[in-house]
Structure formats: structure tokens, C-alpha cells
């Protein structure tokens, strides 16, 4: 099946700063990706669709000057927690969107722990 | 926005029984796919369905998609304790792409 790598796998960063995470689709072009946050425990939850061009489109209740959304190019999404904060500790997955079949190929996820 | 409705939420059997799983919308898919996911990692496709009605088995995983395409079932027989996970299911409508909220299975030995 189609690969969608995340990169870092996971990143402890301190409170005040932010950090990049990256979602590449490595053999297919994905004009849209999505980004999840998921805790413990719990299921994905949606936090944005990023779509290659275009602004990306937040669910309600994500701050989108917060969780900045990039999607520069057809196999590229980065998604950037400003200012992070402990609450914002989580574990964050991207997927992307492969051909007219729409099928949804996940990232392996990455583990932010803010201190 | 989570529109596709995922029933149970928790299930924990033993090894051996058998269970389903439901996928429903009041919307029509164009396609349905089918997720486990371990903790620590991210999901991992198991299956898609197209056709209305369709049948597809995965060893002791049966997946039905509805002849309405709205709804879908995951049937695992004689679960084993490798089986537990989340199960997610996805749906495109058009351009768009919905999921469920999960189905978090627990097998134990």
C-alpha cells in the first residue's frame, strides 16, 4: 500500500516554543492531508484539512493561529504548534488522500510532549 | 466532523468469541475503508469497500458494505488477544472524507 511518513516520530520541546511536524506521502501525490490529535485512550480527532494551495479548513474549536497548517507541495502537509504549552501534549497523526478511490492512508504519528 | 457513527465505542470479549462492529450515516459512501490502529502508532488500512453489498474477508475478518453503501460491519470470528486495537471506519462522500469515532477492542486471553 501507499507510504505517508511523519517526521520527528516524537519531539519534547519546552513551553513557549514552537515545533514542526512534517507528513509526507512518499509514492503518491496528496492534494488533500488531514491532521488528527488523539489522546490516550481515545479516538482520532480531527483538527484540520489541509488541501495543497489553498488555506487549510480547521474544525470548530481549533485555533488555527495556534496550529499552523502548510501543504507547500502534492507530497508535503507540516503542521506547526506555536507557542506550546503542556496541554498541548499529544500525540498528533496526519493522512493523506490517494487517487480517485479516495483511500486514506495514515502517517505513523508523532509524540509531542511539551515541558 | 465525525458523521459516520461507530458502534460499540468499547468492547472487551474473550479469545475465542466472535463480534461485529457497525459503520453507519444517514449519507451515502462512494467508499468505505476500514483501520486498526495500535497504541503509539497510526492506523493501518485493512480493507476498502465499493460496490454496494460487497463482501470482503481478511482470515477471520469479514467486512460487509450495505447494498445502500451507508453502512458497513467488521466481523472478527474466534478473536485472539492480537486483535485488540482501535478500529476506525473512514468514508468518502465525494471530495470529502468522514470518519467514526472508533471502536476500541480489548481481547482477552
Known amino acids: 500500500g501507499a507510504v505517508v511518513s511523519q517526521h520527528p516520530s516524537w519531539v519534547i520541546c519546552k513551553s513557549g516554543t514552537s515545533v514542526k511536524i512534517e507528513c509526507r506521502s512518499l509514492d503518491f501525490q496528496a492534494t488533500t492531508m488531514f491532521w488528527y490529535r488523539q489522546f490516550p485512550k481515545q479516538s482520532l480527532m480531527l483538527m484540520a484539512t489541509s488541501n495543497e494551495g489553498s488555506k487549510a479548513t480547521y474544525e470548530q474549536g481549533v485555533e488555527k493561529d495556534k496550529f499552523l497548517i502548510n501543504h507547500a507541495s502534492l507530497t508535503l502537509s507540516t503542521l506547526t504548534v506555536t507557542s506550546a504549552h503542556p496541554e498541548d501534549s499529544s500525540f498528533y497523526i496526519c493522512?493523506?488522500?490517494?487517487?480517485?478511490?479516495?483511500?486514506?492512508?495514515f502517517g505513523e504519528g508523532s509524540w509531542l510532549t511539551v515541558v | 466532523t465525525q458523521l459516520l457513527e461507530q458502534s460499540p465505542q468499547f468492547l472487551s470479549i474473550q479469545e475465542g468469541e466472535n463480534l461485529t462492529v457497525y459503520c453507519n450515516s444517514s449519507?451515502?459512501?462512494?467508499?468505505l475503508q476500514w483501520y486498526r490502529q495500535e497504541p503509539g502508532e497510526g492506523p493501518v488500512l485493512l480493507v476498502t469497500?465499493?460496490?454496494?453489498?460487497e463482501v470482503k474477508k481478511l482470515k477471520r475478518l469479514t467486512f460487509q458494505f450495505g447494498d445502500a453503501r451507508k453502512d458497513s460491519s467488521l466481523h472478527i470470528t474466534a478473536a485472539q488477544p492480537g486483535d485488540t486495537g482501535l478500529y476506525l471506519c473512514a468514508g468518502a462522500y465525494g471530495n470529502d472524507m468522514r470518519f467514526g469515532a472508533g471502536t476500541r477492542l480489548t481481547v482477552k486471553p
Open positions: 469497500v465499493v460496490t454496494g453489498g
Open positions: 449519507s451515502v459512501f462512494s467508499s
Open positions: 493522512s493523506a488522500v490517494q487517487g480517485a478511490g479516495n483511500t486514506i492512508y
